[in-house]
């Protein structure tokens, strides 16, 4: 099996072969591959300048924006400045108005120098530094042939890079764990000397020859890494730690920042010093040759190599990983572990990692110990779910300003000059936030967003955004002055109504501004001004949102105005009789009055959280694009199929707005689940939907609550399930738990009835 070939965005360019350590546990020179004894200590010229001419190739054929290349070894600074100048102009040279170059260089520490660092600065090659911690821990393995230690060598290094002229070099620090080392010792030593970041490594392992265990225990670097990363929160996370930002990363929903986890493919190569284009290096601790293509830059591109089986292997994500690693929930975690982790000679790399029940332990008790501080509380507070969607529009907006902010639109400028000093008092911060956290303003913002970037488009941008200013300030009753374009003879001011203020097509400018408990609204070429006495009271060319029901039940606002309201995939319906309008209210107090006796918590979080109801022209009842807040009404039939129709928009509208705010699954690939209900495979976001869609309204109708404890079950088991998306699975068990549902779905309809 292979998948579509996957561009090399990072290239390790061994520039010598030699070290001057003996880490007696370096993979280059003690594991299974020897290949170093036969290749040249430096890297050639003519190997460096096809190097650079191939990464030229690649990116200009992929359209890579950037490449990144980790000069390496042995210990690259022995190449010598003279030679890693040659290395850095050659590559800048090529990559020069094709791709950014991303110089880095990965050191043992002990040659570091001004001398070197001032080449590095001149270049921007930021530099990473091996250290395993205090001086008991680094001298367990990184030491010299003879014994000495490197420990203060390394210091220094770091010391030096700290210095105010190179700290914007430092990479941070690589630290190869050894669990026979005190982790709290080791993350407060290295923690101590401030790096910009801490990567801790798992030693290369095989199933060949598995890693150190003095105890035996099967998660003992599990237990190793979870000190430490108890003692990086008792100090605040404030120091990045790459493995630990991974785990959290993928248990929310993004992607992995490390090669040693996560599903992500494959995007490395590595050159030699003699030119020779290798898979990823770590495959040395399997056997000789592993990482062997038979490839070189002076006959072969990148793209050979991309086609390579073996790089093609490590690009399935979860195909590519062993058949026990697909079953498991944390593999979108762990990733099955580094590629070369899994590797036994019987079969190959068919198999977890040696370090599989460190992985799952180490994810699992990150998960634990994080569900809270990473989790959104939009997944459990309705309010928070409510305020979360407020600042997604607000997000939205901040991006329409950067973008015809940056066009010089006098309109948008004054509107968005206005709307800041709205915000200045506290009457005015809540009503800016009442209209544009409005589910219909979130239409307006998306099709905003697919707007060309030109001075029509901006208009209408701008339009919309004083008319929600001017509603802010009439909601608030500032003594502020809004000018508003109209058009077709019609103002809408958002969540308050229409004002008809010209002849069909006219457009033009009017100026609004506060009046009472109402405002005023002046026409400047004509020199009229009509007053709207009340914003809730209809008169003389003004048609206000109404609000019907109440009786029995909520009071809801029956937006049948506003532009942006077509949103729910079948048109909407006109301006409705005031007769029409009184029997929505009627027929709505009925179906309400039902939910609150069956589903009493969803009808009063629904009602507390639905803004406006919009009659629809055709169609049943459903959620729009915008989530949260808004419902558009069909013709349900009767009271039964009206309730059962709200709650299920009701549903289906905040799964939408949960899915807009945060990740309930992973965003980077989802796989095939079987749906109890259609018995098809289909994605986990699907399934997830449907389910959360049943649950709600089986509580209602219980006939719905088939099969949702066997959906549960399968999406608990997912890998593509997140901290929130495991937080919502266990409020819906906990809905579930609390359901007075036991008797049958006809038992439930002749109670009701």
Known sequence: MTGPLVPFREVVLKVHSRCDLACDHCYIYEHADQSWRTRPKSISDEAISWTARRLAEHASEHALDSM??????????????????????????ALTGIAELDLRIHTNGVQLSPRYLDLFDEFDVKVGISLDGDRAANDRHRVFANGRSSHPLVLGAVELLRQDCYRH?????????????????????????DPPQIDFLLPHATWDEPPLRPDGSPTAYADWLLAAFDRWTEQGQKLPVRLFSSVMSTLSGGPSLTESLGLAPTDLVVIETDGQLEQVDSLKSAYEGAAATGFDVFSHSFDDVAAHPGV????LGLAGVSETCRACPVV????????????????????????CSDLATLVRAIEERTAASIGSPAVTEPTALVEAGQDLNRTLLAALHDRFGALGHAGWDEAWVLAART???????AALDQVIGHPYARTWLLGAQRMPDDRAHADLAAGRLAASVAAAVVRAGLELTVAVRFEDGRLFLPTLGEARIGDPGEQGTVVVRAAGEGFLVHKEDRGGTMRIVGTDTEGPGWFPLRRVGGDDGPRFVLDDLDPYRDCFGTPVASRLTPQEADAWGVRLDSAWRLLGRTVPEQAAEAARTTVALTPLASGTTRAGEHGYGALGLGADGGDEELALALLRGFREAKFMALVGVTDLFAADGEWEHKNPWSHESVPFSRLLSETFQRVGTGLFEPRFLDGVQQALDTLESAPELTVDGTRLLAGLRKELAGSPCTSSGEEQLQERS
Do not use: K, M
Request: hydrophobic fraction near 35%; glycine fraction near 10%.
């Open 68 to 93: 990144s290349v980790i000069l390496h070894g042995g210990e690259p600074l022995l190449a010598g400045p003279a030679r890693l100048r040659r290395v850095c102009e050659e590559l800048t040279s």
């Open 169 to 193: 070099l430092d990479l941070g620090l690589l630290c190869t764990i050894d669990i026979r080392n005190d982790p709290v010792a080791v993350f407060d030593a290295l923690a101590e000397l």
């Open 312 to 315: 093609q292997a490590r690009q």
């Open 332 to 355: 979108r975690s762990c990733g099955g572990g580094l590629y070369t982790h899994r590797y036994r000679t019987s079969n190959g790399f068919d198999n977890p990692s040696v370090y």
């Open 423 to 429: 915000e200045r008092t506290e009457r005015g911060a």
